[in-house]
């Protein structure tokens, strides 16, 4: 994105990251990175069932960053503000990206969590450009993350 942020932009900027603070969604998003691993459905509901705490704790993780990320993509958000301060989105395409097509094909809706994965996409590209070799050693340190929470989890 061309330009600097608006005004109006900023001042959304600053609301969605307020929002992240937010006592409970804080421990959400904590729980969240060190259990959601999941590779299938099965492992999504056995892990954050609905109507269980961590069915509540996952689902306001990921719902919040598909707001987030939709504001980002109809234009409400300066894309290289979001970007250069808002890594954490990426992480949860990363957790829950395995899963993405079942849930789809599941609740027969191709666009779930559409938003999430475009504003990916497209950072992706973003940091390929800015930083090059950040998305693949991000997602060397999140598989490392990932292993040793499931040796953890056996122990």
Known sequence: MDGNPTHEQAQLHLQIYDLRREA??????????????????????????????????????????????????YGLLHEDLFFETSGEFFGVWEQVKPIVPEFRERFADKQLLAHLEKAVQRYESWAEQRKPGHVAAMRQFMKQMRTQSAAAAKA
């Not at 492992?43 to 954050?48: K, L, P, Q, S, V």
């Not at 609905?50 to 993509?73: D, I, K, S």
């Open 24 to 73: 409970r969604l804080r421990q959400a998003r904590d729980w969240f990175a060190k259990n959601y691993i999941v590779n299938s459905l099965d492992d999504a509901m056995r892990i954050a069932a609905p109507g269980t705490e961590a069915g509540a704790f996952a689902g306001m993780v990921v719902g919040y960053w598909e707001q987030a990320c939709a504001l980002l993509n």
